[in-house]
């Protein structure tokens, strides 16, 4: 542990689209398993709030660079 390693930026930003795509289609579920159910609100699995966070990190990281 605490080993640094280096990543260049291009490798940060393809993982960023990744993250991009899983959250829409995580999202996307969760909106229609929710319209399925006839929710008043829905509410996101762990998978789309873990994801969305992910991606929120890297955006903060690569805003920063």
Same mark, same amino acid.
């Given at each position: 542990?605490?080993?640094? %390693? $280096?990543?260049?930026?291009?490798?940060?930003?393809?993982? @960023? /689209? %990744?993250?991009?795509?899983?959250?829409?289609?995580?999202?996307?579920? /969760?909106?229609?398993?929710? #319209?399925?159910?006839l929710a008043k609100e829905v509410r996101f699995s762990p998978?789309? #709030? $873990?994801?969305? #966070?992910?991606?929120?990190?890297? $955006?903060? @990281?690569?805003?920063? /660079?």
């Amino acid at each position: 542990m605490g080993e640094t %390693v $280096e990543i260049d930026k291009i490798d940060l930003l393809k993982i @960023l /689209d %990744v993250l991009k795509v899983n959250e829409d289609f995580h999202r996307n579920r /969760d909106l229609m398993n929710g #319209s399925i159910h006839l929710a008043k609100e829905v509410r996101f699995s762990p998978i789309t #709030s $873990e994801t969305i #966070s992910a991606k929120e990190r890297l $955006e903060k @990281l690569l805003k920063n /660079d």
